[in-house]
T-cell receptor, first 114, second 119 residues
């Protein structure tokens, strides 16, 4: 158990809908990351937050947004869903925002868009 | 941009045989390097990481990796495979920024290598 908690574990929704994925980082970790894992794209970095502020942005679509709240939990919002958004979404956390910090991953949220 | 190449999307070994999973990075400045393992229907678990101390890094479950700057490689090895090692393994890099405050912690992952272990 990494200490990173993600909900829900599984989600099935229709095209055009909007979903919210939630993440609680490890106790003491201030940095949160979101990654998408799909068969064709592999593991793609989406976005990083540190202590409530956006730190880095990767291949995140404009239809997707995220935030980190004062209690350090984070949410990833996916809207206008398409079939291609079906993937495993990982949240991860680290104590600081810097390269070299060990990043711990949650077990992921499986999203299926039908 | 930084990239990671993992040679071989599938590797199959016999139980008790040497495991060798290959990883090469593209940066001219040696990055931080990581190996993660993903068991079926689970998240990613850190096996080991290289940050600039010893070039031979020991990790969990008997795995180790050697950083070779001249070859821009960070291959993962285990002397004797066990059935429980069957999983997907990911090599990842994180850039070293010139100044600490400017660095970002996000990882760039390779495509992964699925390891099968035959009895």
């Amino acid at each position: 158990d990494s200490g990173v908690t993600q909900t829900p574990k599984h989600l099935i929704t229709a095209t055009g809908q909007r979903v919210t994925l939630r993440c609680s980082p490890r106790s003491g970790d201030l940095s949160v990351y979101w990654y998408q894992q799909s068969l064709d794209q592999g593991l793609q970095f989406l976005i990083q937050y540190y202590n409530g502020e956006e730190r880095a942005k990767g291949n995140i679509l404009e239809r997707f947004s995220a935030q980190q709240f004062p209690d350090l939990h984070s949410e990833l919002n996916l809207s206008s869903l398409e079939l291609g958004d079906s993937a495993l979404y990982f949240c991860a956390s680290s104590v600081g925002p810097y390269s070299g910090n060990t990043i711990y991953f949650g077990e992921g949220s499986w999203l299926t868009v039908v | 941009a930084q990239s990671v190449t993992q040679l071989g999307s599938h590797v199959s070994v016999s139980e008790g045989a040497l495991v060798l999973l290959r990883c090469n990075y593209s940066s001219s400045v040696p990055p931080y390097l990581f190996w993660y393992v993903q068991y079926p229907n689970q998240g990613l678990q850190l096996l080991l990481k290289y940050t600039s101390a010893a070039t031979l890094v020991k990790g969990i479950n008997g795995f180790e990796a050697e950083f070779k700057k001249s070859e821009t490689s960070f291959h993962l090895t285990k002397p004797s495979a066990h059935m429980s090692d069957a999983a997907e393994y990911f090599c990842a890099v994180s850039d070293r920024a010139r100044n600490y405050g400017g660095s970002q912690g996000n990882l760039i992952f390779g495509k992964g290598t699925k390891l099968s272990v035959k009895p």
